[in-house]
């Protein structure tokens, strides 16, 4: 599924299945991950959603870190990808491919 319209020399990386932690809950959706961004877009029980949840550059990206995410304060589950953008924003991911999805974002 192409999240991202990619631009001259952009190539794709990595797509894979996924969740997005916001506040309490957790969204299930899908990743694009090229040489110079990522996507997120939510599923819904008619397929995708039209439009990108989450999308930045990654030269943006400040820092990647392992966490547990799991639902409010019980965080078990050691599937999770903490992203700090240089603005300050925060994204939560959760995917059981987690090192290679650090690596595709840049992280180690």
């Known amino acids: 599924m192409e999240l991202l319209q990619l631009r001259e020399n952009e190539k794709t990386v990595l797509e894979l299945s996924g969740d997005l ?9 899908v ?8 996507a997120f ?10 439009q990108n949840a989450v999308e930045f550059e990654l030269s ?3 820092q990647i870190k392992k966490c547990n ?5 019980i965080k078990f589950i050691p599937t999770g990808i903490k992203v700090t953008l240089k603005d300050g924003k925060k994204h939560v991911f959760s995917v059981t491919k987690r090192e290679k999805m650090m690596q595709a974002l840049g992280g180690n």
Do not use: H, M, N
């Open 60 to 62: 943006d990206v400040a």
């Open 21 to 29: 932690w916001e506040g309490l809950g957790q969204g299930s959706g």
């Open 41 to 50: 877009r939510y599923k819904t029980l008619l397929g995708a959603a039209e």
């Open 31 to 38: 990743f694009q991950i090229t040489d110079q961004r990522c």
């Open 69 to 73: 995410i799991g639902p409010g304060f």
